[in-house]
């Protein structure tokens, strides 16, 4: 029963932050980066506050040092550098190659949960992994096709590739916590309350880059489509996003964590396609395809404490 409570958790979660990729895109041609993260944030806090804020205080006083240390850097990956990456990236890539390249994440993830975590890493894992690396390889489609490869398709790529390693460094981070806090805390943390603290965190790393890009007159432009792609992006790829990740970290293994993030790239890449009408080649499709394998083979990674 835990086990299928934390995948659908993971489920929810992964499926939810798939919609970030369009979100930021749509968002990225009014605000710049800093501005969306940081009024995204508010309204996470502004929405928040009035049902968890007492039960937010009093966990606050409980926290310790170590605890601190791991909000503090699951806001920096999980939200600061991942949405940065992922919001300039959009801007020189196409969002269905952005969706797909995120699909790296269950390999990364993986990776790192065996250099880090020292979980045993299986043959699949390896062939998953192996099978991600291919996939991005043929995901430059025609442009490895011709060798003719565009210096501002490619830092979009790089950038996009960088927010894979974030959301995966925040994937282990959020495991080994396990969203219960240090074992010398003395109650666990709920998951809308290390949602609240997170995105508190992350606020504060954005706020003050965010006024440097002078965004009250761009606020001030937004259309009712606009505020609603920032609260979406805010209350439900955040709030709800963040609240199911932490249910599920604490019932799942970092493997099945890596497999499961592999639903991000997924929901992303169909969305492009549907809402944004982006085409994708043959070549792209295979690749993506690997990447989809590869997390596939991750997740039959077989351990004696599986989830």
């Known amino acids: 029963m835990v086990s299928t409570q934390g995948k659908l958790y993971l489920t929810g979660a992964f499926s939810l932050a798939g919609t970030s990729v369009v979100t930021g895109y749509l968002l990225s041609s009014k605000l710049s980066g800093f501005t969306i993260t940081a009024v995204s944030m508010a309204i996470v806090l502004l929405g928040l506050s009035p049902f968890y804020g007492g039960k937010t205080l009093r966990t606050i006083r409980m926290l310790n040092r170590l605890d601190w240390i791991m909000i503090f850097f699951q806001a920096v990956f999980g939200i600061f550098l991942f949405r940065m990456f992922l919001l300039f990236g959009v801007r020189l890539t196409s969002t269905a190659e952005a969706g797909i390249l995120t699909g790296t994440t269950p390999a990364i993830t993986a990776v790192m949960a065996y250099l880090i975590l020292k979980e045993r890493l299986s043959i699949s894992t390896v062939a998953g992994v192996s099978g991600a690396v291919a996939g991005i390889v043929l995901l430059q489609g025609d442009s490895l096709l011709s060798l003719r490869f565009s210096g501002r398709h490619l830092l979009g790529n790089a950038l996009i590739l960088c927010a894979a390693v974030s959301e995966s460094t925040f ?137």
Not at 238 to 244: E, G, M, V
């Open 171 to 307: 994937n282990i981070i959020a495991r080994k916590q396990k969203a219960t806090g240090s074992s010398n805390t003395a109650t666990p943390v709920h998951p809308m309350v290390q949602t609240l603290l997170v995105s508190a965190v992350a606020l504060s790393l954005s706020a003050v880059p965010a006024l440097a890009e002078r965004p009250f007159a761009a606020l001030l432009s937004l259309g009712l489509r606009d505020w609603l792609a920032l609260i979406w992006y805010g209350l439900v790829v955040t709030a709800l996003a963040f609240a199911f990740f932490y249910s599920g970290a604490r019932r799942c293994d970092a493997y099945t964590i890596a497999a499961f993030s592999g639903m991000m790239p997924l929901i992303s890449m169909l969305l492009s396609v549907v809402l944004l009408r982006e085409r994708i080649n043959l070549v792209q499709w295979f690749g993506a395809a690997l990447i989809l394998l590869g997390m596939t083979m991750i997740s039959q990674n077989k351990r004696r404490n599986t989830c």
